[in-house]
């Protein structure tokens, strides 16, 4: 049987409060919806995702979700319901259709391991399962700022997603639908279908406001374990061309030699991430045999560096870079190098060290022959 998911990624969140859509706000160095489709892949039960997005986005969500066994994404209604309909009619169009569907809010980047196997397995005995969470917490309505009455938390259930069904069968609640209803669930109950509860978790949380986003931050980053990782790279000073440190180009009389732009402060930051992942080092990921990286910016390998950190599913908890030279001033472009590496990273400045030394003349730096630099960078990646 084939398990399809809609990632529900056409809503603009306006309670969130945010110029962009929760669901494009970085978590952990990747977008909130990317580790939504991630987390519903992560049991292997679900085998495609379809998303839905706003329209006109599809462009932006396909590259968001670049790499992932996705359909291309599909833009949504004026509602979550006009939404999800949407989603189930372009999987009928697809033959053979899908046995069963999940429906999956991509504000809700955390799908607990054994929440989805929970689901299905509830599936063959029910045409829909959701899972939940029991009421913990004593209910109060109120109005004006007073409490009119308290209510009675016995058999009450808060409801989560991805939420799972059969597929004809939820088509057709939506087809038969005569009024908006606020999840997938209550289209099967209105219809008189049976939908079954299953374990649902706290860590399943959906983003909502600001402080949920720095609530689920925290969580993920606790899974993180720190990986440290060391640079060191040097090149010999050449006349007639530029001297690039750290992406930015430096007036000086004198270059550095080398078969790209030889930009020895980022080639030894790549080495550092590259060790912190075990992947290497610069010059396997672009050898200096290959005449495509001649003269190349090295902006591009860092650029490189910081992808596979996201790909890892890590983040870069700051990074230190140490010039060794007599020539030229560091000091002054310090503060410019520490912003351009960190826009490079994707980081905020303040992750990012840029700092210069001398040898106190000596060695080949002391003597002016070449620039060294070395770095050090932490990575928390999935343990």
Known sequence: MTTVALLMAAGRGSRFGSEVPKQYLPLLGRPVLRHAAEALLADGAVTLIQPVCPPGEAAEVAALLQGLPTLPPIPGGATRQDSVRAGLEALAARKPPPAMVLVHDAARPVVPRGTIPRLLAALEHAPGAIPAQPVADTLKRGEAGHILATVPRTGLFRAQTPQAFRFPILL???????????????????????????????????????????????????????????????????VGRPMVLCGVTVPCEFGLEGHSDADVGIHALCDAIYG??????????????????????????????????????????NADVTLLCERPRIGPHAASMQARLAELLGVRPGLVGVKATTTERLGFTGRGEGIAAQAAVMVLLPG
């Open 172 to 238: 057709a609640a939506h087809h038969a639908a005569s009024a908006e209803a606020t999840d997938d669930a209550q289209l099967l109950e209105a219809a008189g279908e049976a939908v079954a509860l299953v374990e649902g978790s706290e860590t399943n949380v959906k983003i909502t406001f600001p402080e949920d986003l720095d609530r689920v931050s925290a969580m993920l980053a606790a899974r993180l374990l720190p990986r440290v990782g060391t640079g060191f790279d040097v090149h010999r000073i050449a």
């Open 276 to 317: 912190a992942l075990a992947e290497g080092d610069i010059g396997r990921h672009f050898p200096p045999s290959e005449m495509r990286w001649k003269d190349a910016d090295s902006a591009q390998f860092l650029r490189h560096a910081a992808g596979r950190i996201a790909a890892r599913g890590g983040v870069l908890a």
